[in-house]
């Protein structure tokens, strides 16, 4: 009777076990995606889903270990990276991948040498050594030898501080840096009427920042010059004060010998000239190699330079067919020479306005300059060979007694001084102690 009920009917312990199985296998599968992962995250953003803090850790300090190895020295990631387990649907990536999101989101850092130019980070090195090594060749750039300052016009600090190492600078791009900043130059050519405060005002920038862009530059700009307008200011500009003595060459002078036997307009050299030379020695303010300020401290002679002469001719040769005198205004007769109101006018008198410049009618000296009484102001010039010129009623003289005078000179103004009823200028030609026509001397 009871053989037949064995295999027709399930025993009550075969469906526990069942029901266990199919429990264990559900939190078995559920347990590979039981809702729960790791978040990599960086400042709070969450950058990948790792499998586990775990397998996170692991990727993080590989790669740490990787770039310590490359390094030389310890390196962590940065501090605002975070592994937070949570519970998500989200599917986690594999370690792989995982690397590759922490290589390129994740900053690591290392104890470092940070420097500041005017409070602001700049320049950042692997170690202290490393800075000394960049200052030292930037500074022994512009040494001009033992007495030499070296100095920054910037504020310039180092501190050893935590530093990204994808941001550290060799010692070769940072003199880059130093001397020609972040990005690309522009250049102006100066044009008709450019000021710098026309390049500033027209480029956003200021009168400061130009002169910092173009160490030297001044007030005077050329025409063609180039002026860096913007882009890339030096990071750092390298005062240098030091002394530097040149060779300058003296320049000759030229000297004239008056010989009164050769004919006005005549020259001879009678003894060549030659430039002498000196040391010189300068007080020298540079930024960034060009010179700012130069100051001379002293000069050694090494050769006189030797004059040249040149014996001048000064005959005048005065005809009465015309020639040799110029006019001495312009303007035309208003009274001529000769015969008038029963007498003789010594001279012409030339009209011209109050103030007009009156100009020397043959090179000589000056005999007379001062009252005249019914000349007025008079100017008296002696020519060679006995031959006089006479200037009267003037406003103003502007010679002195003894002068010696080129044709063409200014001697004096036209007035009205003395026994005049008008400005004009009464102009004589005396020869031999003869009043003449100067009409014939013009
Ligand atoms: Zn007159």
Redesign the pocket.
């Known amino acids: 009777m009871t053989e037949n009920d064995t295999g027709a009917r399930f025993h009550p312990y075969k469906i526990i076990i069942v029901v266990a199985v199919v429990i264990a296998a559900l939190v078995l599968i559920l347990g590979l995606h039981s809702g729960k992962v790791c978040a990599v995250m960086v400042n709070g953003d969450t950058i990948a889903y790792a499998q586990s803090e775990g397998a996170a850790k692991k990727v993080i300090e590989a790669l740490a270990a990787e770039k310590e190895k490359e390094l030389g020295q310890e390196v962590h990631p940065e501090a605002g990276l975070e592994l937070k387990t949570i519970k998500s649907s989200k599917t986690p990536i594999q370690t792989d991948e995982l690397s590759k999101v922490l290589v390129d989101k994740v900053n690591f850092v290392t104890t470092g040498t940070m420097v500041t130019i005017d409070g602001k980070p700049q320049l950042s090195f692997k170690n202290r050594d490393i800075a000394d090594k960049f200052f030292n060749q930037l500074k022994d750039k512009y040494n001009k030898g033992d007495e030499c300052k070296i100095s920054f016009l910037e504020d310039v600090d180092t501190v050893d501080k935590q530093v990204v190492i994808n941001e550290l600078n060799t010692v070769e791009e940072a003199l880059q840096l130093a001397e020609n900043g972040r990005g690309e130059p522009v250049i102006h050519i100066v044009e008709e009427g450019d000021t710098l405060w026309d390049l500033a005002a027209k480029h956003d920038t200021s009168v400061e920042n130009l002169q910092k862009l173009n160490p030297g530059i001044d007030e005077n700009l050329q025409l063609g010059q180039e002026v860096k307008v913007s882009g890339s200011s030096p990071l750092l500009t390298v005062l240098a004060s030091y002394k530097l003595t040149e060779k300058v060459a003296i320049p000759f002078k030229t000297e004239y010998n008056d010989d009164s036997s050769l004919p006005m307009g005549t020259r001879k050299i009678v003894q060549e000239g030659s430039e002498g030379s000196k040391n010189v020695t300068y007080q020298v303010l540079s930024q960034n190699g060009k010179i700012t300020e130069k100051t001379v401290l002293d000069e050694e002679i090494i050769e006189e330079p030797v004059s040249r002469i040149i014996k001048r001719g000064t005959k005048f040769v005065l005809s009465s067919r015309g020639g040799g005198l110029i006019w001495p205004v312009s303007g035309h007769i208003s009274?001529p020479f000769g015969q008038r109101w029963g007498g003789t006018?010594?001279?012409?008198?030339i009209a011209a306005g109050y103030g007009d410049p009156i100009r020397a009618a043959g090179p000589g000296r000056v005999i007379t300059a001062g009252w005249g009484g019914g000349y007025g102001n008079t100017v008296v010039i002696s020519h060679s060979n006995g031959i006089y010129t006479r200037y009267?009623h003037l406003s103003s003289i502007g010679v002195r007694r003894g002068q010696n005078v080129n044709q063409g000179e200014f001697i004096g103004r036209v007035g009205t001084s003395g026994n005049s009823t008008g400005p004009h200028l009464?102009f004589e030609v005396i020869v031999n102690g003869v009043t003449r026509n100067p009409l014939n001397y013009l």
């Open positions: 009274s006018h010594s001279g012409v008198d009267a009464h």
